[in-house]
Structures are given as structure tokens and as C-alpha cells.
């Protein structure tokens, strides 16, 4: 196994990989592993709205393991055995050095950085005419080239062939810890099997780690792999996680991956001894027995209140909430998030809540859920282009009919075993106040972000998710989505979230005093097309019609609740994200429409007198008159109605704008912001306080920042990528 050399690696992260990362990398030209570089490019997008067939998987690690299997799957070299300085990589950086940006200003619109900008992605015989017809899109596009030094190693590399080095596959220090683990995974009995299934469905997409190791190495994947534990993993490649192994006999193993951190997908999960004991605890300790294996059909895999229906509903509700955070950021920072079609589906800035596990008998909650499997049965991948009308109502049938026997339920379990409607249906983290118990979700319109507590102004929405709600969200777009899938299968997937995210706000609702409950609904779905608005507005939407327990004492109840949930979960505080600087903090105090003119996400760097640096998070929320609709969104927004929140530290993965300012320009910054009153106003306020892509200092700034995430967070911090830095 092959890695960059210790010179090169920090080069090609902080100056190429910013932006050629994941599966928006241009070209697919993944320079966040040592074996994208040797793969090389391609001219097929991972992204393509227009698709009506599935697109053959290109996933670095898993569907081609040779330089021979990528080229026949269209990839291309950008490195040139034979001739060191002819090979694409190299010549993209002498055209940045022949053909240097502006210094300072606004790149002329020929430059384009749309998300969905046709791309160029020249073989080595095409280079020359790209040269010709583009010769300011050198490397790295749309910044800076790199200084002197940096060049200097970089290209010296490159003309001698650009070696790697080797590095291991487990490092000695983490062998018996691996072992361990798949031991422990890979036990014979149903018990274990079941669970380890289970397990592997949720955690797949994560980056794995070993927390109470001294030095560990990087971040595992779990897989599935055709060799038992000890041998070399065999890799079993499927498009999702439930789909069929395709072999009898198969282990679950930990994969070390040599990846480069991204903030985008970067999504952590511990591995230790107390998680371990906690699993077993959950799954192996209880008294039920798992007669017989589900298997792979696929009428049923994809369905997990049928594969999992063995499995006691408290263990599988638990297993989640424990890394509630990460069970959300799959679908945060999963492929399914990328693009405005795909995100306007939630509001721009949202709490998340949880029902207390423990609320309904576990025997009638599984028989129940079990009676419902079908009603809750999610999109299946499609092959048709089409969405239709009669599709959309054939979900929304299914769904209204199982909220109907839900709230049935409900009811019956409150009278029959006198539970409240209050504040202790909420789960608030238990006695070791557990930090996942809140979150925050923010829309950064083509891209999202979620955090720990209740961060920011109280929004205009709130979600309460309970266990097959939080299943759902999971396996329709993380376990099931396909990002190279046809278009219709991901509308489908946008489109059922709709009724998910109805379903989340209802939670909150429910424990709204019955007489505010319409007028609050009917304001978040304001304007909504005529059938969405019957489904949302229908009495039969399966509507709990018990009164709330909660005695409020206010005109505003939506408010008084939201503080009732602040005050319930000990980890709404978010104290790491807390501001205390006024003048930042006059920002938040309501809506309007200056906010606008900002960008979604904004650093905001603060150099104060004794050196020390401190960075904000500007997060614009944009708002909208309802979010039920899948296009014309322009037509649904409301900028008087759009709020800003700071927040002290990082938030979001793809800013679009950096300030650098001086302690002693904090409240002029903030009052400009609130002065902004035309696109003018914010092009003089840009010149006095933004940093734009063409200032020779932006690498540095852009180091800074990152080396101050990685201070702050150690573990969870990436690289941020570059890709929709603005250009205004």
C-alpha cells in the first residue's frame, strides 16, 4: 500500500485537495488518497441530474483495485511515466505559473464556479488546445499558485515520477485491537450475526477510530469481506450495504483507509472497550432469541423493521441515540446532501429532539411496528426518470394511513397507562446527560451542517424524532441512497423526505397547546401547492388529538416550548458555540433582509491585540414561505423573514466567504452588516473586510483557519473545501 511522502502529503492537502476531494472532485480527480492520484481522471460526473440509467460505481477502495481496472472504467492518467513533465498535474501548475491571476478583485465572469459548471477534464493529447481556449485555469483554479518553496517541492517530485512510500496496512500497535474487534463481530452465534448486520447497515459510512490508543494510526471502515479475520481483506462491493454479499460465508472487518481528513464527509465514531460492553449490553445480554437469519431478498432488505424485526425496538432505538449526532450526519454529510434540489427539502436552521426510549411497552411497540412495515416501506431505487403525481400520492397514502394507526396507538398507550403529554416524553440524555440529546441542523442552501445543542436564536421549526422516524431518515438517505443512481431514484428519495420531516415537526406539535397547533402549521405551509397542502392540512394526517399536559403561562407558546426543551436537555447549552461579544451578538436579535446580501457561511477571523486569533461562524438563514415544494424555491423566498447566526468556532464545511478583522473593528464590521442596503453596499463592504480568492495572502489565511479548527477539534476537524468560495 502507497501513500504520499511526508513533504508532499501536506502540499497536496492544504493546495489540491481542498478542492479535489469526495465525490464532487472534479474531473473525479480524488487527490485525498495516494491511490486517486495513480487512478487518475475522468469525464464522467459522480452528479448528473440528468441521468436516467445508474452510472457504474467509481468508488475509490472499492470498485477497481489496478491502474488496468480504472482505465477500463474511462479513468485516465494525469502523471506521465515516460515523461515526468508532460503528464497533466504537472503542466496544470506551470500554466498557474505562465498565466497568473489578478491580485486582488473580482475574477471576470469567465471564470466559472457554479456547482454544476461543465467541466473541462482535458487527456494529456487535449492539453494543449485547453491551454489555448483556457489559460488562466491553471492550478489550483480560481486561487492563488503556489509560492516559490512549495513549487519547488512539489514539481521536483513530480519529475522524479512521483514516488510514494509504503505504508501499513495495521500498524503493529493496532493489530490485537483489530483483532478484537472482529472477533467480537464475527462470533458464530444468530445473536451476534443479527447484530453485527445491524450494526454494519448504520455504520458503514463512518470513520472509525480508537479513541484510548495513545497514537492511533487513521480511521477504519467497516466492511464486508469474503476472507475471515487475519487474512488480507477481500473487499465485497456492493452498491448499498443490505444488498446481497453474494457468497454464503462472509466476515465483518475493519479496513484501515489512508485518507486524507475532509470536513465534508469526515464523520467520526469510537471504537473502545466501553462501547464494546455497551454493545453488548444492548444486544447480547437481553433475553429474546434470533430463531432464524434474515436474508438478502429484495423485497425485504431494504425494509429494516422487517430484517430487524428480531432485534428487541428498544436496542436498535438506543444503539442510535447513543451517536445520535453521527446518525444524522450520515445523512448531513452523506451524498444525498450535495445541491439545492436535494437540501430544500428542510429548513435552513432547525432543532432536533428525541422521544425517551422508554416510553411504550418494547412488545407492543415491536408488534406495532411490525404491523406498519409495509405502510413504512421506503422509495426503492428506480430505474424511470419519472416522479409522478400518482407515485406521490401512493406515498402520501401509505404515510397518512400509518400516522392514523401511530396516533391510535399513542393514544392508546397514554390512556391506558396514564403518560402526559409533557416534557417527559423527551429524552433528555439520561443520567449521563448524554451530548447528543439536542441538535442543531443548518441549510447552507446547497450544502448543510449539523452540531451538538441548540445553537442560535430559536428557529422557525423543530423536529421530535423517534425510533422509526430516526430508522426511516437513516435507510432512505444514507443505507439506500445511491448517488450514483438515476435521477428518479434521488427525486424519489427528496421527495419522500418530505413526509419525514412533516412527520419530525409534528413531534413538536403534538405538545403545543391542540388550539395553536393549526395556526402554527398553517404558517409553516404557508402558500403550499394545493395536493401537498391537503395532505399536510388534512384532518385524517394523523394528528394526535389528546390536549397537551403542559401548563404555559404565555401568548407565545411555540417559543415557551422551544425554552421548555432548552431548559429539559442539559446538553442544549452548546456552550462551545456560545457568543459573548455584543456587538456580534446585536446580529441575532431578529429578522431581516440585509441578511441577504451575506453569504451562507462566513468565517469571520478576529485578530486581537496580543496576537491571539478567534474565528466566527456567520450562518445565513434563508427564509421561505413553505419548503414543500421540490422547484421554483425563488418564488418561495421571504428575505424579511431571514436571520443570521454567529457562532463562536467552525460550522459548515464549505465556506463562501473569509473576513479578517481586528478586535477593534467588531462593531463597525457588525453595524456595516446591519447598514447593507443594495449588491454596492455589499461590494464596499466586501473590499473593506472580505478576503477574496485573488489576495496573495489567501493561502495563508486559508491555513490558518484550518490549523485553528484542528486545534479546537481535534477529532472531528477536516479540511474545509474550497469549491463554492464566492466570486462576487
Not at 229 to 243: C, K, M, N, T, W
Not at 366 to 375: E, Y
Not at 437 to 457: E, I, P, Y
Not at 606 to 615: N, Q, S
Request: glycine share 6%; with cysteine.
Amino acid at each position: 500500500m502507497q501513500g504520499f511522502p511526508a513533504e508532499i502529503k501536506p502540499i497536496v492537502e492544504q493546495r489540491c485537495v481542498v478542492c479535489h476531494g469526495c465525490y464532487d472532485a472534479p474531473c473525479q480527480l480524488k487527490l485525498d488518497a495516494w491511490p486517486g492520484l495513480e487512478r487518475g481522471a475522468s469525464k464522467s460526473k459522480v452528479y448528473d441530474g440528468t441521468r436516467l440509467r445508474p452510472a457504474e460505481l467509481t468508488r475509490l477502495f472499492e470498485d477497481a483495485h489496478s491502474i488496468e481496472e480504472w482505465r477500463s472504467k474511462g479513468f485516465y492518467p494525469v502523471l506521465d511515466d515516460n515523461d515526468p513533465t508532460q503528464g497533466t498535474m504537472f503542466k496544470m501548475l506551470q500554466l498557474k505559473q505562465d498565466f497568473p491571476l489578478p491580485r486582488k478583485g473580482r475574477l471576470p465572469d469567465t471564470f466559472d464556479f457554479s456547482l454544476d459548471r461543465d467541466q473541462s477534464c482535458p487527456k494529456p493529447d487535449e492539453f494543449s488546445g485547453y491551454r489555448e481556449q483556457r489559460p488562466y485555469q491553471g492550478m489550483p483554479f480560481g486561487f492563488p499558485g503556489l509560492d516559490d518553496e512549495r513549487l519547488d517541492t512539489l514539481t521536483r517530485w513530480l519529475k522524479a515520477g512521483a514516488p510514494g512510500v509504503s505504508v501499513p496496512a495495521v500498524p503493529d500497535s493496532e493489530r490485537a485491537t483489530v483483532r478484537n474487534w472482529e472477533q467480537f463481530l464475527n462470533a458464530p452465534d444468530n445473536k451476534t450475526r443479527l447484530m453485527s448486520r445491524y450494526v454494519y447497515e448504520h455504520l458503514f459510512i463512518g470513520d472509525l477510530h480508537f479513541d484510548t490508543l495513545e497514537q492511533p494510526s487513521g480511521w477504519y471502515k467497516l466492511v464486508r469481506s469474503r476472507t475471515p479475520p487475519g487474512e488480507p481483506v477481500d473487499l465485497i462491493a456492493s452498491r448499498r450495504p443490505y444488498d446481497d454479499p453474494g457468497v454464503e460465508h462472509f466476515y465483518y472487518r475493519l479496513q484501515l483507509r489512508h485518507m486524507t481528513r475532509l470536513a465534508k464527509r469526515h464523520m467520526p465514531y469510537a471504537l473502545n472497550p466501553a462501547r464494546q460492553a455497551r454493545w453488548t449490553a444492548l444486544f447480547l445480554e437481553p433475553d429474546y432469541s434470533v430463531d432464524t437469519l434474515p436474508g438478502y431478498g429484495e423485497k425485504t432488505t431494504s425494509n429494516p423493521f422487517i430484517t430487524f424485526q428480531q432485534l428487541p425496538v428498544d436496542t436498535r432505538y438506543r444503539f442510535m441515540l447513543d451517536e445520535a449526532h453521527f446518525t444524522i450526519m450520515a445523512y448531513i454529510k452523506g451524498p444525498v446532501c450535495r445541491g439545492q434540489v436535494a437540501l430544500n427539502v428542510i429548513d435552513d436552521h432547525f432543532w432536533v429532539a428525541f422521544v425517551q426510549p422508554d416510553q411504550r411497552d418494547p412488545d407492543q411497540q415491536a408488534s406495532f411496528l411490525a404491523s406498519q412495515a409495509d405502510r413504512m416501506r421506503l422509495p426503492q431505487a428506480k430505474k424511470s426518470l419519472l416522479m409522478t403525481a400518482l407515485r406521490w400520492r401512493s406515498y402520501a397514502k401509505s404515510q397518512r394511513r400509518y400516522l392514523e394507526a401511530r396516533a391510535e396507538a399513542i393514544a392508546k398507550v397514554v390512556d391506558a397507562d396514564q403518560i402526559k403529554l409533557d416534557m417527559d416524553l423527551i429524552w433528555n440524555g439520561g443520567a449521563e446527560q448524554n451530548e447528543n440529546a439536542a441538535l442543531t441542523v443548518f441549510r447552507h442552501f446547497d450544502s448543510a451542517s449539523v452540531v451538538k445543542g441548540f445553537v442560535g436564536q430559536q428557529p422557525k421549526t423543530m423536529w421530535v424524532i423517534d425510533y422509526s422516524l430516526l430508522e426511516r431518515i437513516h435507510y432512505l438517505l444514507v443505507a439506500d441512497f445511491d448517488v450514483y443512481g438515476a435521477v428518479g431514484h434521488q427525486l424519489e428519495s427528496r421527495l419522500y423526505m418530505d413526509f419525514l420531516r412533516m412527520e419530525g415537526e409534528q413531534g413538536f406539535l403534538m405538545l403545543l397547546p391542540k388550539a395553536d397547533r393549526d395556526a402554527l402549521r398553517n404558517y409553516w405551509y404557508r402558500g403550499a401547492e394545493s395536493e401537498a397542502r391537503a395532505y399536510i392540512l388534512s384532518p385524517r394526517h394523523g394528528e394526535f388529538e389528546r390536549e397537551s399536559d403542559i401548563a404555559f403561562s404565555s401568548d407565545d407558546t411555540k417559543a415557551e416550548l422551544m425554552g421548555l426543551f432548552e431548559n429539559h436537555i442539559p446538553a442544549a447549552d452548546a456552550s462551545r458555540y456560545a457568543v459573548t461579544e455584543s456587538s456580534l451578538l446585536s446580529l441575532m436579535e431578529g429578522p431581516s433582509s440585509v441578511f441577504h446580501y451575506l453569504p451562507q457561511t462566513s468565517f469571520v477571523q478576529v485578530l486581537k491585540p496580543d496576537g491571539a486569533r478567534e474565528t466566527y461562524t456567520l450562518l445565513t438563514n434563508s427564509a421561505h414561505s413553505n419548503i414543500a415544494q421540490l422547484f421554483a424555491e425563488e418564488e418561495r423566498r421571504l428575505p424579511e423573514e431571514d436571520t443570521l447566526t454567529v457562532a463562536r468556532g467552525f460550522i459548515g464545511a464549505y465556506p463562501n466567504m473569509f473576513f479578517q478583522i481586528t478586535q477593534g473593528q467588531l462593531e463597525a464590521f457588525a453595524q456595516a452588516i446591519q447598514n447593507l442596503d443594495s449588491d454596492d453596499d455589499y461590494q464596499r463592504f466586501l473590499e473593506r473586510y472580505g478576503e477574496r480568492r485573488t489576495v496573495p495572502w489567501f493561502w495563508k489565511l486559508s491555513d490558518d483557519l484550518y490549523e485553528e479548527y484542528r486545534r479546537a477539534q481535534p477529532i472531528e476537524a477536516g479540511l474545509f473545501d474550497l469549491n463554492r468560495y464566492e466570486n462576487r
